[in-house]
């Protein structure tokens, strides 16, 4: 029996921050990738520049980050 529907698929992505949108909660990174940012994440505190690993689920075709680590 197969699941439809909106589930989550959790996975991982790691590169530099290539953008932030602060008016649209997303990050992209600088292997093209972009990814929506719940409200718990700062996203005024996130640089341009910076080195990330994330993981994220796609909900809806969304990709979705759950978890975001930084490294300078």
């Known amino acids: 029996m197969a699941l439809v529907g909106g589930a989550a698929h959790a996975a991982e992505d790691e590169g530099k921050i290539a ?25 005024e505190a996130l640089v341009v520049g910076t080195e990330v690993v994330l993981a994220y689920d796609t909900i809806e075709g969304e990709k979705t980050v759950t978890d975001l680590v930084t490294y300078e």
């Not at 008016?23 to 718990?40: C, F, P, R, V």
């Open 19 to 43: 953008r932030v949108d602060v008016a649209n909660l997303t990050i992209t990174l600088d292997n093209g990738n972009t990814y929506k940012l719940s409200g718990e994440f700062d996203v």
